[in-house]
Each structure stands twice: as C-alpha cells, then as structure tokens.
C-alpha cells in the first residue's frame, strides 16, 4: 500500500476528486452528511474511499436538486442497502412532482415574459408594456403568481 493511501487524502486531495469544494465538504461536515474524518498527528483531516462514495452521492443528489435534507434521508437509505426500496421511491416521486410543478411554473414565467415583450413597442419608458405589465398583475395572463427567483432554487 502506498503512502499515500495508508495515510489518506487530504480534504483538497479529496475536493478536486469529487468537483467539490472544501468549504462545501466541512459544511457537510458540520450539518452531518460526512461522518468527522479521520485525523492524523497534526490535526489535519484525513480520508478514504468510503469518503469519495458518500460525497460522491451527495454530490449527485444536489445536482438533482434533492434539499439537504432529502439527501440525509436517502444516505440513511443508502446506509441499510437491505431495506426495501419504498421510501427511496417515494421520496423520487415527491421530487418529482416539485421538479414538474417549478417547470410549469417557470414555463408561464417564459410564456408571459414573451408576451410582454413581443407587445412592448420600444417607446418611452411611459408607454413601455414591460413596465406597465410589471406594475399590474392583473395585465397577465396567469392569475396564478409567476414564481420567481426565489422559487427556481
């Protein structure tokens, strides 16, 4: 075995295999998704394989768009691989329906925000339809709100 791997990676080491950042892996650290690694006579963190698997996932779970805490329930999941795999699938579904719900909302955003546009004559700021539009909901042809930025993440 080399060095290297009887005294581990480094968190670095362990940031540039999974695309990850070291302040995202102490913040998983911290909330409990990474158990505390390892540390060798100088204090510094130190870890495995087992490490690269589980950041791995989490990784891979974001990028699904899993809240954290989605993520905490399917690496319990995952921790017991013998258990059936109902929950997992229900929490997918769930996921899904948000998945589904946020595309349609964000396809009436694209939907009005092309309306808008294509009704804006380029006048002045007085006579603009994106301004005006903006200032009346009712001028819309969702009744529902649009959901906004603060709804896509």
């Keep these: 075995m080399t060095q290297t791997m009887e005294a581990g990676m480094s968190i670095g080491a362990l940031a540039e295999r999974t695309q990850c950042k070291v302040q995202t892996i102490r913040y998983y650290e911290q909330i409990g998704l990474l158990p505390p690694p390892r540390r060798n006579e100088g204090n510094q963190r130190r870890y495995g394989e087992d490490a690269v698997k589980r950041l791995t996932f989490i990784r891979h779970a974001r990028d699904f768009g899993f809240a954290v805490e989605s993520v905490r329930e399917l690496l319990e999941m995952a921790d017991h691989p013998d258990l059936p795999c109902e ?3 229900a929490l997918a579904r ?14 009436a955003l694209r939907d009005e925000l092309k309306r808008m546009l294509t009704q804006c004559q380029g006048g002045s700021v007085n006579e603009c339809r994106v301004i005006e539009v903006l200032s009346d909901h009712r001028l819309c042809l969702h009744d529902e709100p649009h959901g906004g930025a603060q709804d896509i993440h």
């Design 87 to 89: 929950e997992a699938d």
């Design 94 to 107: 769930h996921h899904l329906r948000e998945v589904e719900a946020r595309l349609a909302r964000l396809s």
